[in-house]
């Protein structure tokens, strides 16, 4: 299998399954990288860095349908 990145990875996944609620979870906390989440249809970005405040919310809200965004 090759190597993909992330939104590689969620952008095939969104062709193959549109229906798919995707959650990221990132080391990477700016604004240019949730674009490219938001690019693919990402549901949800959390930052590493937020997992233990935010990763419960984010899981709910893409299950939802909703967007959550977290930036540091």
Not at 18 to 32: C, F, G, M, Q, R
Not at 47 to 58: D, F, Q, V
């Amino acid at each position: 299998m090759p190597v993909v990145n992330g939104f590689q990875a969620a952008k095939e996944i969104k062709k193959q399954i549109p229906e798919t609620a995707i959650v990221i979870l990132s080391s990477h906390a700016d604004k240019y990288f949730v674009a490219e989440a938001n690019k693919v249809g990402v549901r949800a970005y959390v930052p590493k860095s937020k997992i233990g405040e935010a990763l419960i919310g984010a899981l709910e809200a893409a299950v939802r349908g909703d967007d959550f965004i977290v930036l540091e």
